[in-house]
């Protein structure tokens, strides 16, 4: 079945560091890709997505671009701030009958020191 | 900004007994999620509603678990008995059409078995 495999965590990075989080994905077809954020104590929300091969995802200064050669989906954001410490998913949409399920990946932590 | 909002945010109970959990989607959103996310795992779904229908709960363990959204808004996950390893965070997502991408969580009920 599709499966999402993203980098072990935790990972501790410095303000102002540049910031990779790796996303490998299986899945039959053409899924949409998807990097959600959960922030201490809140639920997930949508960080970015591309939803075809060589789209381009970005939002708050955070980008990912779907590869199929290599179907992978990798977060990065130049500059890391302390605002960003969080726990990052990578996930992709499944489509089963009548269904629209999101497989996540486990969950990457992140942790920005000033 | 609408939310969706999720009760209790922490439960503790002992195990055999039932434990229900309480969502409300953002108004008009006609699918709703179930999800349940083990510590340090990324969430998979346990039940997805359609108004008030189900269509997929292929990942719910049936004989302890039930979900209803009777009137098509607000739903009601229960566990009857619960099970040590039923501790986990289960989250509540909706959106507004099967077929949207961009699925809006709550803060999840953190749910501790004794």
């Known amino acids: 079945g599709d499966s999402v495999t993203q980098m072990e965590g935790p990972v501790t990075l410095s303000e102002e560091a540049f910031l990779t989080i790796n996303c490998t994905y299986t899945?039959?077809?053409?899924?949409?890709l998807f990097w959600y954020v959960q922030y201490p104590g809140e639920g997930l929300q949508l960080l970015l997505k591309?939803?075809?091969?060589?789209d381009k995802g970005s939002n708050k200064g955070f980008e990912a671009t779907y590869r199929k050669e290599t179907t992978s989906f990798h977060l990065e954001k130049g500059s890391v701030q302390v605002s960003d410490s969080a726990v990052y998913f990578c996930?992709?949409?499944?489509?089963?009958?009548?269904?629209?399920?999101?497989?996540f990946g486990k969950g990457t932590k992140l942790s920005v020191i000033p | 900004e609408a939310e969706v909002a999720q009760s209790p945010r922490y439960k503790i109970t002992e195990k055999s007994q039932a434990v229900a959990f309480w969502c409300d989607p953002i108004s008009g959103h006609a699918t709703l999620y179930w999800y349940r996310q083990i510590l340090g795992q990324g969430p998979e779904l346990l039940v997805q509603f359609q108004d008030e229908s189900v269509v997929d709960d292929s990942q719910l363990p049936k004989d302890r678990f039930s979900a209803e959204r009777l009137k098509g808004v607000d739903s009601t996950l229960k566990i009857q008995p619960a099970e040590l390893g039923d501790s986990a965070m289960y989250l509540c997502?909706?959106?507004?059409?099967?077929?949207?991408?961009?699925?809006?969580f709550g803060p999840g009920t953190r749910l501790t078995v004794t």
């Open positions: 591309a939803t075809k091969a060589d």
């Open positions: 899945a039959t077809g053409y899924p949409s």
């Open positions: 997502a909706s959106s507004l059409v099967d077929t949207s991408y961009e699925q809006y």
């Open positions: 996930a992709l949409k499944y489509s089963g009958a009548g269904s629209y399920q999101l497989t």
